[in-house]
């Protein structure tokens, strides 16, 4: 005959639990002035008498159904706490990063209780997620800026160039004629004008393709590939690839990094704010750490995917955006990632509506 794989005394102890932890939510609704009926307090006190007796034993039958429908009905009254809830408010716990502190330096960490340590742990990925986001949006912004100024500073350097070399043909013309000398001072400021404005642009360009190399500061932009004779690239091919390597990051930062940690981000303040929520309410259980875990993961993918729905239309950086019913409002898409990050519930309304409108009832 098989053995019990049951220790012994297990039913006993989690009866004895249980009616620690009706004392102890008992406590928690004369706390809050919810003031249980009598019926449910004698009840549940009375059950005390069960404790050095065998749950087997029949004559206890009858006390163990009232205790039990006692503290069903005293876990109605005091909703949305829970006896789980209210057990893990007041029990004191270490958290990983104290116990690891502790075994290091010998020092006793700091005593919280789950619901602390939960609150501590959401701050984190919070803070986490700002760190990241600030970082790379930061780079993307100060990326972005410096690739489009480049491109129009070298766009009016060609217009410049175009017109001082027609400004120099006209003034070729113009020299046989000694009639003209107003017009060919004129052309002649115009050419020094320009030539000036291209000198400026020049070295704005400079100063923009040395923050980039510094942004790209892992490229080795002069050094040779192993094993290759080629020359060494030309200033004009190194300053091609430094634009294209930005503008290639650029679009990795905008269409897949960015949405995704805005996405995020709006999960940690959903989850921060729930939180806080369930805090004040006495309403935190373990389990809830599942379903925060799963609403960061939500998060990030919800705005990678709302993002992709609303792709930018014009510029580097991209510039499409939604016209709100007032028509005068504008959301980008990275602003979209927060949102659907922050309530997921609306992609999913959206893909329940776009599913029911191609379905068979």
Known sequence: MAQ?????????????????????LLRYASSKGLAPPKEIVDKIVDSKQLLDKDDKDATTFNLQKEFWLALSALSSL???????????????????ISLLFSRVTGIAGTWRTIADIAVGR????ALLGLLFVAVFQVYFEVGNTTVESYLAAKKQYATNANTITADKLELEHLKANPKTAQQQNDINKRISDNTISNDLLLAQNERNLSLIKNMLFWINWFGKAAGKDDPAPSEYEIAQRIISIMQGLIIVLRDFVLPMGWGF?????YVSRTLAEDIKTVAYAPERAIIYRSRYYMGMVAGFIVAKFFIPLAGTAGTSTITTTTGSSTITPLALALLVGYSVEVLFTLFDKLIAAFSTK
């Open 122 to 125: 959401a701050a984190a990925w």
């Open 4 to 24: 019990n794989s049951i220790p012994p005394n297990t039913k006993q102890a989690s009866f004895s639990q249980a009616v620690a932890d009706a004392e102890q």
């Open 265 to 269: 981000l709006g999960a940690a303040l």
């Open 78 to 96: 005091t909703k949305p706490a829970t006896v789980e809830s209210v057990r893990f408010a007041s029990t004191p716990e270490r958290s990983k």
